[in-house]
Structures are given as structure tokens and as C-alpha cells.
């Protein structure tokens, strides 16, 4: 059974600062990986996909790695800002028909 | 706003009663898929349609919960006497199919169980 994990679980940063977020899933084989962002007590937004075979993927200030064979992804924010606070959750697949299997997220803080 | 709505926004039932949620996709979206979300955690999926045709149900969905997508197009999710275990967000996402394989999630439907 896939597992997703997260860390850190809550973070906290000053703004400007660049940050790393943490993905690792149990099961390498996996077909692509999605990044979200969630707002308290909304939906989920996707900021990047990540195709198996892809090695990272671009969006403004986000970057999106994939290091399938060892199970990791990491999410990085250059020059993060307070409207970057949210909950931003890794997920991956097993197929292209095939349900996302999420993490927990970690929440994210920046400090104006 | 994905282009993807749910109703209700929020729901505040109590035990025993029934429930119907409704998703509907991004227009031309073929795949539908249904999670739930508690406090703190993922969402965890329960359910996936590819235009009428419910392809696959997690074992989290018991038998008091169904889902339906006449047509191909909206969606209902429906919950039969309700447990106070059942309060989640409850969320919608479509995607477009092959290749195309992005989803784009709805703003959810919070559950309240009294």
C-alpha cells in the first residue's frame, strides 16, 4: 500500500526566505505527482505535475523535483511571501486511471 | 475558482439523517473523482467515475454511502443515516483524461454530524 509523508508537518519562515518542502511515498512506481496548495478551509489548488519520467517542473517562483527511485519529491518556493501560508500536499499515482494518494501536508507560515 | 462547484458549501445534519452532496465537473471533464478530508489529514479518495460509469470505490466507502453520475455530467454523493464519524470535507475533483491528467478539485462540502 502507497504511503505518503510529509515533513515537516508546520513550518515557519521570515518573508524573502527560499524553502524546501519534503515529499517521500513507500512505492516507487508510480505514474506522476501533483502538488497542491490548500487555504484554510478550502479546496485544493495544483501547482505543478510531475510525470514519472520528468526530473523537475517550473511555476514562477515553485520548483518541483521527482526523484522516483529513491521515493522523494521536493517542492521548493524562492522569495516566499505571506501570501504563500497555506497547506501545500503531495500526491502521487500508480496510474493514469488511478486515484491520488495524498500526504498530510505541511503548513506553511511566512512572517511579514 | 477551478471552474469545478460543489453544493452545499456546508452541511449541519444530525445522526440518522441523509445527506446529498452534489459536484458538478468542469464542462468536458470525463473523470470525476470523490475524497474526503478530515482535520489535519489528506484527503483520502473514495470513489471515481470516467463519464456514468463508477470504475472503482474504496473500502472506506461503506454501504451507506453512494454516488451516482447520470449522464456523464454532475455528480451526487449520498449518505444514509448519518454518524457523527461521517463529519469531513467532503471534496470533488474533474480531470480532462488521457494525457490530460491534472485534477482540478472543487471548494468542498463541509459535514457537520451532531
Known amino acids: 500500500k502507497q504511503e505518503v509523508t510529509q515533513i515537516p508537518a508546520a513550518l515557519s519562515v521570515p518573508e524573502g526566505e527560499n524553502l524546501v518542502l519534503n515529499c517521500s511515498f513507500t512505492?516507487?512506481?508510480?505514474?506522476?505527482l501533483q502538488w497542491f496548495r490548500q487555504d484554510p478551509g478550502k479546496g485544493l489548488t495544483s501547482l505543478l505535475l510531475?510525470?514519472?519520467?520528468?526530473r523537475e517542473q517550473t511555476s514562477g517562483r515553485l520548483n518541483a523535483s521527482l526523484d522516483k527511485s529513491s521515493g522523494r519529491s521536493t517542492l521548493y518556493i524562492a522569495a516566499s511571501q505571506p501570501g504563500d501560508s497555506a497547506t501545500y500536499l503531495c500526491?502521487?499515482?500508480?496510474?493514469?486511471?488511478?486515484?491520488?494518494?495524498f500526504g498530510k501536508g505541511t503548513r506553511l507560515s511566512v512572517i511579514a | 475558482d477551478t471552474g469545478v462547484s460543489q453544493d452545499p458549501r456546508h452541511k449541519i445534519t444530525k445522526r440518522g439523517q441523509n445527506v446529498t452532496f452534489r459536484c458538478d465537473p468542469i464542462?468536458?471533464?470525463?473523470?470525476l473523482y470523490w475524497y474526503r478530508q478530515t482535520l489535519g489529514q489528506g484527503p483520502e479518495f473514495l470513489t471515481y467515475?470516467?463519464?456514468?460509469?463508477?470504475?472503482?470505490k474504496s473500502r472506506l466507502l461503506s454501504d451507506r454511502f453512494s454516488a451516482e453520475r447520470p449522464k456523464g455530467s454532475f455528480s451526487t454523493l449520498e449518505i444514509q443515516r448519518t454518524e457523527q464519524g461521517d463529519s469531513a470535507m467532503y471534496l470533488c475533483?474533474?480531470?480532462?483524461?488521457?494525457?490530460?491528467?491534472?485534477?482540478?478539485f472543487g471548494p468542498g462540502t463541509r459535514l457537520l454530524v451532531l
Open positions: 475533483a474533474s480531470s480532462l483524461g488521457p494525457r490530460q491528467e491534472t485534477q482540478y
Open positions: 512505492d516507487s512506481a508510480i505514474y506522476n
Open positions: 510531475i510525470q514519472s519520467s520528468q
Open positions: 500526491a502521487v499515482r500508480r496510474g493514469g486511471n488511478t486515484p491520488l494518494v
Open positions: 464542462s468536458e471533464h470525463n473523470r
Open positions: 467515475f470516467q463519464n456514468e460509469a463508477q470504475l472503482e
